[in-house]
Nanobody, 124 residues
Framework: VQLVESGGGSVQAGGSLRLSCAAS????????MAWFRQAPGEEREAVAV????????YYADSVKGRFTISQNNAKNAVSLEMNSLKPDDTGMYYC???????????????????WGQGTQVTVS
């Protein structure tokens, strides 16, 4: 599946952004959809994960209560609503998909095979 992210940009601390990920096929073919982020010199970390076949979400502790992941199967899309943004949220945000029907938390980048090109988020 091909994934294309959009919605990144520059925002002041306390602001909001909504990222979108458009998939080339139904997201129901993948068991988990996720958003990862990577800051310069840092490892890629999972920000939020959502299961496509049952009710399950995962959020990194640093974003709980501020970020919300959602999916729209009819539109083959996954979104990440980001509120109360902080400078530490700055980084490249990637959409990812996993086909296998299990996932052991915390999610790792190696658990996901399909990736988008990323969209930059800068919080100042």
């Amino acid at each position: 599946v091909q994934l294309v992210e959009s919605g990144g940009g520059s925002v002041q601390a306390g602001g909001s952004l909504r990222l979108s990920c458009a998939a080339s096929e139904s997201t129901s073919t993948r068991r988990y959809m996720a958003w990862f982020r990577q800051a310069p010199g840092e490892e890629r970390e999972a920000v939020a994960v959502i299961a496509t076949g049952y009710e399950y979400t995962y959020y990194a502790d640093s974003v709980k209560g501020r970020f919300t992941i959602s999916q729209n199967n009819a539109k083959n899309a996954v979104s990440l609503e980001m509120n109360s943004l902080k400078p530490d949220d700055t980084g490249m945000y990637y959409c990812a998909a996993r086909r296998e029907p299990w996932l052991t938390p915390p999610p790792r980048a190696a658990d996901f095979a399909d990736w988008g090109q990323g969209t930059q988020v800068t919080v100042s």
